[in-house]
């Protein structure tokens, strides 16, 4: 995730406040029939931060330490400590973690697990130049297939693992566009969302895991005004709003291609619910204050670590001022995999 800091800077509009009678709401798990369900094979990630598992070029920031510190014990690319969604939802299917897309060229047999197209710090939308948007991770995927990679064979039997976090709001903000005007761009979001996924379901693809954006206000940027003591409720409303809007677009889905699978993946509740109720997760028990802090990843021109890392890495829900640690992963996944069960025949 990435320019997130910049949705501090603005306020509530009146639109965007209706959406606070929802906030308690449990979004629905939403599948398909029971008869559209297939056996997974493989799988195909598009998304940001969340899902990458190491698209970005060696220089970035999740290949320097102490990223990775708790797996692979080194940096791998991924945003995090360790694992994240990607490779949990892989091995719930007993699947190794699909190759990311841009490590594909030196492990050829690997790709029949299918493909990670995530990058960090995109979005629906284009948010940093000369990374992939939803749209271009898309085309990658055409690619493969037009070059005989992949059948229609494979794509029908594959699940679509479909994680954006919102990266898209904290660029729109960046850019200084009006407050007024954020409704109105979540509902385009939602409208190329949609695009997105009728795009993959085109090319034959059946079986959608889509995640839903998590408590923005609830991420260390936010949560250390106060002291790492509470959530920003005002933040948080965007992202009850976004996700009001993806479910009825899931429902819309479920109903207008009846031979597909759409699975909502319920990440804001799940992550609200192990902030607010710290105590029922075992060590899960630092919630709000991030593992590691100060520039994680970064030196000074001495050498000097920017940064410092807890002692208890399982104990954080936050790797980052962003991004969840291997525990909270491994946390949120508990909640989640009551979903997950619904592609299993």
């Known amino acids: 995730m990435q320019d997130k800091e910049a949705l501090a800077t603005t306020s509530t509009s009146t639109q ?205 940027l936010y949560t250390a005004k106060s002291n790492y003591s509470s959530c920003n409720d005002t933040v948080n409303v965007l992202a009850v709003y976004h996700n009001s809007l993806l479910q009825e677009v899931v429902k819309v889905m479920r109903k207008s291609r009846a031979n597909g699978s759409f699975v909502l993946l319920d990440y804001y509740s799940s992550a609200l619910s192990i902030i607010q109720h710290k105590d029922q997760y075992g060590k899960l028990r630092n919630a709000l204050k991030p593992c590691c802090m100060g520039a994680c990843g970064m030196r000074d021109s001495a050498g000097k670590a920017m940064y410092s890392v807890c002692e208890q890495r399982g104990s954080a829900f936050f790797w980052d001022v962003v991004h969840p640690t291997q525990a909270a992963w491994q946390a949120l996944m508990k909640p989640l995999t009551s979903s997950l069960h619904l592609f299993q025949t």
């Not at 190491?54 to 510190?69: R, V």
């Not at 940096?75 to 990607?86: A, F, I, N, W, Y």
């Not at 050829?108 to 197209?117: E, K, M, R």
């Open 16 to 220: 965007m406040t209706h959406v606070l009678f929802l906030s308690g709401l449990i979004f629905l798990h939403l599948a398909g029939n029971v008869e559209s369900r297939r056996a997974i094979r493989g799988m195909f990630v598009f998304g940001d931060s969340y899902a990458d598992t190491g698209n970005h070029g060696h220089s970035a920031i999740a290949w320097q330490p102490p990223y990775g510190i708790t797996y692979p014990r080194h940096p791998s690319g991924r945003h995090s400590d360790g694992r994240v969604l990607t490779d949990f939802v892989a091995s719930f299917f007993n699947m190794s973690t699909p190759l990311p897309y841009n490590q594909r060229q030196g492990n050829p047999n690997l790709v029949h697990f299918g493909t990670n197209f995530a990058s960090g710090g995109t979005g629906i939308f284009d948010t940093v130049p000369g990374l992939p948007n939803a749209t271009a991770q898309i085309e990658q995927l055409q690619d493969l297939v037009k070059n005989g990679v992949y059948s229609a064979t494979t794509l029908a039997s594959s699940l679509v693992l479909f994680s954006f976090s919102g990266n898209d709001y904290g660029f729109y903000v960046q850019r200084k566009r009006t407050e007024a005007g954020l409704p109105g761009f979540v509902e385009m979001v939602i409208k190329q969302f949609r695009v997105d996924l009728e795009r993959l379901y085109g090319m034959g693809l059946r079986q959608f895991a889509i995640t839903n954006i998590g408590p923005l206000g609830c991420l260390p």
